[in-house]
């Protein structure tokens, strides 16, 4: 059975083309999310924190634990920068073109995302993982988008392969 020519999906550029902007797409996306779910994580971080109590005192009066939000904090803000400099890369020059800015943002996300989550999970003294809390779900969601739209290892390598040419 043959689809009517009426029926058929065609596209200007062709369909390798298409298909090669809707994976960039989704790598932006993807990173975009992990993005957002660190912040998610890092907020409920200085929320636990402030409620925690240690020796008679919150846990967040705590410098050491001061340091490590501080830490968490610039990273996240590098990957928001990273994935702001994608977006406008793709805005300007078009998904295909704005590639390696992409794997960039998508192999920091996957990278520095996973320390983000690792401290945010010590921070909650590991409790973080329990079903109850939202921070476990947020962390096996960030797991698989690293896996999704190519893994850290590949836009890395998309990334140096680029930024060598």
Do not use: N
């Amino acid at each position: 059975l043959a689809a009517p020519d009426d029926a058929r999906l065609e596209f200007e550029a062709g369909t390798d083309a298409v298909l090669a902007e809707a994976a960039w797409l989704h790598a932006l996306c993807s990173a975009a999310e992990s993005v957002g779910l660190l912040r998610a994580m890092l907020r409920a971080s200085v929320v636990y924190l402030g409620q925690r109590e240690q020796f008679g005192r919150a846990l967040i009066e705590f410098q050491v634990l001061q340091h490590r939000l501080v830490d968490m904090t610039l990273t996240l803000t590098r990957l928001e920068s990273l994935l702001e400099v994608a977006r406008f890369k793709a805005d300007e020059l078009g998904l295909l073109a704005a590639s390696p800015w992409i794997a960039a943002a998508k192999a920091a996300t996957g990278e520095e995302g996973r320390a983000v989550a690792r401290a945010a999970v010590q921070l909650h003294g590991a409790i973080g993982l329990t079903a109850e809390l939202a921070l476990g779900r947020q962390l096996r969601r960030l797991t698989a988008l690293e896996l999704l739209a190519g893994t850290t290892a590949q836009h890395e390598a998309h990334w140096r392969a680029t930024r060598a040419a």
